[in-house]
């Protein structure tokens, strides 16, 4: 274990002072991913930036009539959160599909969207990874790849983002509110995470330096109804092998408002927006959903053992979209 | 002596050390810290065949707080040890992916660790081979499986029944390779003082543990302690004596200190045993009526280079059913792997879930009610052997277990049921285990008081083993369990076999039985008060434990299962799954149920979400912790029974009792996958049965 330094700031400013005077820190919120790296050696950051102790725990709603989540919310908080379960039962039902109750009692709303990926390569440092070490190839292009992506990535790495959450986040619209040290900025969800490119150590669009402090959902859609849905290898304390999240309106048959999105197989949160511009005015039948959908998976490109995941995107979607456009229960087991 | 009234034999006596686990008082191999002592990291081999050329190690001598580097060049040498698993740091060879070739010594574990990543080791890589195929060229016959036994055993004339039988079911099965990880992580805490080594270790039997230390490092066993008071599971990966026990002695003895080493969950899988692939094609033939003609069942699995270990899948086929015309073989190949051994029923977990899915197939192809299929085949005598049985109730259980079940009114036909998005189906399988027993030491004691004490060196891996023990001696001396005193878990109280092979409770509690049965007569006997010194009897079942039966003795049971199949996802739910078995008498109601259920559970686990790759290119397990291996959670396991008959079996040992750790296994993953192929018309033959399988063979 390499020794590293520990702070607990007393302010935002402070925290973002301390991280952009050292680049080798790390800002700490649940620690349930960060520290599992720490301990398989993937990260070894010279200091934590321990921010649990700042004001930013809190669920408010805003002006406009959307909800601001702060940072250190704890996921099992945000999901019971009467104003979630109210306006944004897809958030909810995606962070109580994610991890176990002892992880979610822990975890927090701005480390959620800052995890990173499971990709069994990129947790072995006795391996090459060009997330972990750019440069050095990635053995799970042709390896070991039947929980990697379908869409987005590059052969420099085929990782996927593996948070549930943001994936509802990206279908709700929501934005990431950053602090850094050149002020305050928004960035939109679903824009957040990067594609690999050539660049694959880069997660997330965040600067040096930079805080997450709040993430910001705008008002529930009129009349949409929304939902998350993930399929996985076990009944819990599993990561989606695809999951989807999506908000439908329909009107006299015709959807009037419809946002789709894919979790487990992209780098980011896979925000369908091909399928979303299909949907938009389409009649609410299962043969238009499926056109809709069936063209955003158009651009995917299956690894030698995820083909599957085509499949079971398309299907999850549909079933999802069916039940919301018939405004029928979620299933229960 | 106590005038409480005796409880009755299998009575749900509370576990007696449940409190000390839960408030963490129970201490464990790695619970002690002796003054001055070490911590040890292993370093793992990164490639999969080859050498290790140089261990350079200046800059991990210079991390603040190492004290010293082991590898082959300066780490003791060793006897030849009497388990190749057991040899390491005596040479440069790498036969597999994770093999120690180094170890770290430090005042705190932090230290050593950095010191491990600090090591430089440079490699000679040669080609190797993980890939368990078929047809793979090296495969060969050997002259035993696991277990004894022989490796191919052929009655009759399987190729000619076949060809003349009305129906043939002809299929292959796969499983990838499983792993034990108990909760617990293997470890030990060795010292060495005055000549004396003392290793507290995470094993399932301390006598078997300083046996091989014994022999590695030329001791005569009395200046050897081991202990094994406490032990987080092991399902049979802590059975056999593991590197950590040799390396932490090793280690202690090279720098004169206390020294504690436990592998971390990353590590545990290519050091521990796993259970082994296999691809096993089974071939039945039956007249009209269901009478099996012939039961061919071969299997293909893979072994290391260090050692030879034969998961004897085949070997149940010799046992269930009646069939004039029998070939049961295994084939091996040495692969560049870790070294495969026993796993949770290693042969009958692997070997049951082929053939009984293969019997599920061939009552589908006679259009005939799987449960009835097995009764008529049930037979009266042990098919390969001709023994007669001891007791056997697989019948019994399959009737029991159907009326328990509601199997009768079940749609037999296919993809028939569906509730909402879930496709309904159910299954059955039988389950085997057999009767295994092992030679053991006991004592019995009567202070003056009267107060009884116990001692062997039994292991209890978490099953109940100190409680039944002491249930035992209670019943055999007329008194209440809570007043007998129990002392297990080390080499200094007298010697016992392992907790393993379902055997632990007959061995050790014949041997419990017979000294306290006989210091029950020796205070019948004594007039007036006792002696300063107490009473003490002492047994050796060396020679009836050791005596060959003239029965064939097993366990049996049935497994029911019901699923529901995601008709959009291809997850699978187990709602139902209901054990009924046929284990001789139960000793204690409670452990016995978390026992039966507790391998119903993994059972589910090897159906549904267990199962682990070989990297080919790295040649490493693909899953390195509990969040990519998965065992079963709680929301995968619903509604679970387990439910025994009474057996009276008098060709066992005094307490009539079979195993019952192992059963609760074996069978419960084919009655899974045929509940699959109900629900869903798939009949998929390849475990785990993860969503992606199912989702080619949904609408």
Request: proline share 8%.
């Given at each position: ?29 649940g ?8 301990k ?8 934590l ?7 930013l725990?809190?669920?408010a709603r805003t ?5 601001s ?6 996921n099992?908080?945000l ?14 039902q ?25 990709c ?5 440092v ?6 972990r070490?750019?440069g ?18 590059s ?6 983002n ?6 509802a ?5 929501a ?7 050149e002020?305050e900025?928004t960035?939109?969800?679903a824009?957040?995470?990067?594609l690999?490119g ?16 709040e ?13 998350y ?19 439908l ?27 979303e511009a ?34 079971l995107a398309?299907r ?18 | ?24 008082t129970?201490?464990?191999?790695l ?31 210079a ?11 300066n780490?003791p040498?060793?006897?030849?040890p009497?388990?190749?698993i057991?040899a390491?740091l005596?040479d440069?060879r790498v036969?597999h ?5 180094a ?17 430089h ?25 696991n ?5 191919l ?6 190729e ?8 043939q079911?002809?299929?292959?099965y ?9 909760m617990e ?19 399932q ?15 005569d ?13 092991g ?7 593991r590197?950590?026990?040799?390396l932490a002695?090793m280690?202690a003895?090279h720098?004169?200190r206390?020294?504690k080493?436990?592998f971390?969950?990353a ?11 296999t ?15 012939a039961v ?8 290391s ?10 070997v ?13 073989g ?13 796993m ?9 879930y ?23 085949n ?7 052997s001709?023994?007669p ?20 009114d079940?749609d ?8 909402g998005?879930?496709?309904?189906g ?10 295994l ?11 003056p ?9 039994a292991t209890?891996?978490?099953t109940g ?6 249930q035992i001696?209670?019943d ?13 878990g080390?080499t ?8 393993g092979?379902?055997s632990?409770?007959?061995s050790?509690?014949w ?21 300063p ?9 060396e020679?009836?434990?050791?005596e060959?039966?003239p029965y064939?003795?097993?366990?049996f ?10 008709a959009?996802?291809?997850e ?13 008498r ?5 452990t ?18 267990e ?14 912790d509990?969040?990519a ?29 079979k195993g ?7 069978g ?15 009949r998929?033959?390849e ?13």
């Amino acid at each position: 274990m390499k020794p590293f330094g520990y702070v607990r700031p007393a302010s935002t400013d402070e925290a973002v002072r301390l991280r952009a005077a050292d680049p080798a820190a790390r800002f700490l919120g649940g620690g349930t991913n960060l520290v599992d790296l720490m301990k398989l050696g993937v990260e070894t950051p010279g200091a934590l930036i321990d921010i649990a102790g700042l004001p930013l725990d809190r669920v408010a709603r805003t002006a406009e009539g959307g909800l601001s989540i702060g940072a250190t919310v704890r996921n099992s908080d945000l999901a019971a959160h009467p104003d979630v379960t109210g306006g944004y039962p897809a958030l909810s039902q995606a962070l109580l599909a994610g991890a176990s109750g002892q992880l979610r009692n822990a975890a927090t709303t701005g480390g959620n969207l800052l995890q990173r990926t499971r990709c069994r390569y990129f947790q072995d440092v006795s391996k090459p990874c060009n997330k972990r070490v750019p440069g050095s190839g990635c053995p799970a292009y042709e390896g070991s790849n039947r929980d990697l992506a379908i869409l987005g990535y590059s052969p420099e790495c085929v990782a996927t983002n593996p948070s549930d959450m943001a994936v509802a986040l990206a279908a709700l619209d929501a934005t990431v509110v950053l602090v850094g040290p050149e002020g305050e900025r928004t960035v939109p969800v679903a824009e957040f995470h990067r594609l690999p490119g050539e660049n694959p150590d880069q997660d997330t669009v965040i600067r040096p330096g930079e805080l997450i402090t709040e993430v910001v959902l705008p008002p529930p859609a009129p009349g949409a109804a929304s939902r998350y849905r993930k399929a996985r290898d076990r009944a819990s304390y599993a990561f989606a092998l695809v999951s989807v999240a999506a908000t439908l309106r329909v009107a006299d048959g015709r959807v009037e408002h419809a946002t789709l999105a894919f979790g487990g197989v992209a780098p980011r949160p896979w925000r369908a927006r091909r399928a979303e511009a299909e949907l938009r005015d389409a009649p609410a039948t299962p043969a238009a959903f499926q056109h809709a959908v069936i063209a955003e998976l158009a651009e995917a490109r299956p690894l030698s053992d995820n083909a599957f995941k085509v499949d079971l995107a398309l299907r999850l979607a549909l079933d999802v979209l069916g039940e919301l456009a018939e405004r029928r229960p979620a299933p229960t087991a | 002596m106590t005038t409480q009234a005796p409880q009755f034999p299998g009575a749900p006596v509370v576990r007696r050390e449940a409190r000390d686990k839960v408030t963490g008082t129970a201490r464990y191999a790695l619970d002690r810290t002796p003054a001055g002592c070490l911590y040890a990291w292993t370093v793992p081999a990164t490639i999969a065949a080859g050498r290790v050329t140089a261990v350079r190690a200046v800059d991990a001598l210079a991390v603040p707080g190492v004290h010293s580097v082991l590898t082959h060049d300066n780490a003791p040498a060793l006897r030849e040890p009497d388990d190749p698993i057991l040899a390491v740091l005596q040479d440069d060879r790498v036969p597999h992916h994770g093999w120690p070739i180094a170890l770290v010594l430090a005042d705190s574990l932090e230290a050593a660790r950095t010191g491990a990543g600090a090591l430089h080791i440079e490699y000679e890589r040669d080609p190797h081979d993980v890939t368990l195929t078929e047809d793979h060229p090296g495969l060969y016959t050997p002259d035993e499986a696991n277990g004894g036994e022989p490796a191919l055993r052929v009655r009759g004339d399987v190729e000619r029944a076949l060809a003349a039988s009305h129906v043939q079911v002809d299929a292959t099965y796969r499983m990838s390779a499983l792993h034990n990880h108990p909760m617990e992580p293997h470890a030990a805490t060795a010292v060495w003082e005055d000549g004396h080594l003392t290793v507290h270790d995470s094993s399932q039997g301390a006598t078997k543990v300083r046996e091989s230390l014994a022999q590695a490092f030329g001791l005569d066993p009395d200046r050897i302690t081991v202990v094994s008071e406490h032990v987080g599971g092991g399902f049979g990966s802590k059975g056999t004596t593991r590197p950590q026990a040799v390396l932490a002695a090793m280690a202690a003895r090279h720098t004169g200190r206390p020294v504690k080493l436990g592998f971390p969950r990353a590590q545990l899988a290519e050091v521990v045993g796993h259970r082994a692939p296999t691809i096993q094609r089974v071939r039945l033939g039956a007249d009209e009526d269901g009478t099996l003609t012939a039961v061919s069942h071969e299997v293909v699995t893979r072994t290391s280079t260090v050692k030879e270990f034969v998961e004897q899948a085949a070997v149940p086929a010799r046992v269930m059913y009646a069939s004039p015309n029998s070939r049961t073989g295994h084939r091996v190949v040495a692969l560049d792997v870790p070294s495969p051994s026993w796993m949770r029923a290693p042969g009958e977990a692997s070997g049951m879930y082929a053939l009984e899915s293969a019997m599920d197939e061939l009552a589908s192809a006679l259009g005939l009610d799987p449960v009835e299929l097995r009764l008529r085949n049930d037979p009266q005598t042990e098919p390969d052997s001709g023994r007669p049985f001891s007791s056997r109730g697989l019948a019994a259980c399959l009737r029991e277990g159907a009326a328990r079940f509601g199997w009768h009114d079940r749609d037999p036909r296919p993809a028939a049921r569906q509730e909402g998005r879930w496709l309904i189906g159910t299954g059955v399988a039988s389950a085997t285990y057999p009767v295994l027993v092992s030679p053991s030491t006991a004592s019995a004691h009567a202070a003056p008081d009267g107060s009884p004490h116990i001692r062997v060196n039994a292991t209890d891996i978490g099953t109940g083993a100190r409680t039944v023990l002491a249930q035992i001696a209670a019943d055999a001396l007329g008194v209440a369990p809570e007043t007998v005193r129990i002392d297990i878990g080390s080499t200094e109280l007298p010697a016992a076999p392992l907790a393993g092979g379902s055997s632990g409770t007959a061995s050790w509690g014949w041997a419990v039985h017979r000294a306290a049965t006989d210091l029950a007569a020796r205070l019948a006997e004594h007039t007036g008060p006792l002696p300063p010194e107490g009473i003490t009897t002492t047994a050796d079942t060396e020679r009836e434990a050791g005596e060959e039966s003239p029965y064939a003795r097993h366990a049996f049971g049935a497994h029911f299962a019901e699923t529901a199949v995601d008709a959009v996802t291809g997850e699978v739910r187990v709602r139902r799954l209901l054990g009924v078995y046929a284990a001789g008498r139960i000793l204690n109601e409670r452990t016995a149920r978390s026992q039966f259920t507790g391998g119903m559970v993994m059972g589910i686990g090897m159906a549904l979400t267990e199962g682990c790759g070989t990297d080919p290119v790295f040649g490493d397990f693909t899953a390195k912790d509990l969040a990519a291996y998965h065992v079963p959670v709680c929301a995968d396991t619903a509604d679970i029974q387990a439910h025994w008959i009474e057996e009276d079996d008098r060709h066992l040992n005094p307490m009539g009792s079979k195993g019952i750790g192992e059963i609760g296994i074996v069978g419960t993953a084919a009655a899974i996958g045929n509940a699959v192929r109900h629900a869903t018309g798939a009949r998929l033959r390849e475990l785990p049965l993860t969503p992606d399988a199912l989702l080619p063979y949904l609408l």
